[in-house]
């Protein structure tokens, strides 16, 4: 029997997710059955394949919505779930029939399904209570403050790099394998982690420096344009770190798949989040949360996306 895992990919709570969602579907439903994983990124067609459904069963964990039949699992907690009107009929339609989970209120989707395992199934993992732990703090940006989250002194926080900058997916399907046996700490000792994760943590140490050259804050925005540097997966804290006035990130950057807008707000910011960045990046096709978003173009189209930066950033400003 094979359970196809596809999870949000170059994510701490995504790879989480999906190594809780194992764990959990292994204990109870599907003990002996290959686990296999498919990485999925938002790009600006987001239309799944039906050949991404592969398994015997079929799930999703912390990303969009699919209306395949094939669907047999789906754990989400953005604000933007699903991709058309029409996506979120089919989920109505077939959410008491099968195993279709959607809560936009939970910080992390880890602490989503931790939280369905043991209301609805009565699973409960206490050797996962760490990876639930950090999953909520590092995706619901729970640090102490920026500095602490820029510094990086704890494991979940150097995994959270490799995870997230880390080219490629089999490292980050490595790290869900170990998630679902091992503490943070020996997943950060594994000698293929701490192959990638040394020269990841030096381009860290220089994406300060290129940040804190390209970056400017005006009118509480911060913003910078990053398309001409290898910063793909760059640590969101950084630009609070630098500049510690900012109640907004505006960002642009490029990756092989795509081009990138970044929008994020200040979690140590003194005055109170005004605007629902989630909605504010559904206007260019995009969406996050109402707190962090971003909108994906097509690979080279960096003036499209900087425009539409400079719009986002007026409007946060004004």
């Known amino acids: 029997m094979k359970v196809r895992v596809l999870y949000h990919d170059h994510c701490f709570d995504g790879a989480a997710s999906a190594a809780f969602f194992s764990r959990f579907a292994r204990d109870l439903f599907y003990n002996g059955a290959e686990f296999a994983y498919t990485g999925m990124a938002h790009k600006a067609d987001q239309l799944f394949d039906e050949a991404d459904f592969d398994g015997d069963e079929n799930a999703i964990v912390d990303f969009k919505y699919s209306p395949s039949d094939r669907l047999t699992w789906w754990f989400d907690h953005h604000q933007s779930a699903f991709l058309s009107h029409e996506d979120q ?8 029939a099968r195993r279709f989970y959607f809560d936009p209120t939970y910080r992390s989707c880890t602490e989503w399904i931790a939280h369905v395992a043991r209301s609805v199934y009565g699973y409960d993992a206490p050797q996962l209570a760490e990876l639930v732990h950090w999953a909520g703090i590092v995706d619901g940006a729970n640090y102490e403050s920026a500095e602490a989250a820029v510094a990086m002194r704890e494991p979940a ?3 959270t790099l490799v995870i997230e900058a880390v080219k490629g997916s089999a490292a980050v399907q490595h790290i869900i394998r170990l ?11 594994d000698s293929l982690v701490q192959e990638k994760f040394q020269p990841l943590y030096e381009r860290h140490l220089r994406s300060i420096e290129i940040i804190r050259r390209e970056g400017r804050c005006e009118k509480g925005v911060i913003f910078f344009d990053v398309t001409g ?15 510690p006035d900012g109640a907004y990130t505006v960002s642009v950057s490029t990756a092989s798949f795509r081009t990138k807008v970044s929008v994020g707000s200040n ?18 096709g995009g969406g996050g949360h109402p707190r962090v978003g971003a909108i994906s173009f097509p690979p080279g189209e960096v003036e499209a996306a900087r425009k539409a930066a400079l719009e986002v950033m007026r409007e946060l400003q004004g």
């Open 157 to 159: 926080m150097n995994l």
């Open 179 to 189: 998630m679902q046996e091992k503490s943070l700490e020996e997943i950060l000792r």
């Open 89 to 96: 009929l089919d989920y109505e339609r077939k959410k008491d």
């Open 229 to 243: 540097y290898d910063l793909e997966g760059y640590n969101k804290f950084i630009p609070y770190y630098l500049f």
């Open 267 to 284: 979690p140590w910011a003194r005055e109170p989040v005004r605007h629902n960045l989630a909605t504010l990046c559904e206007r260019y």
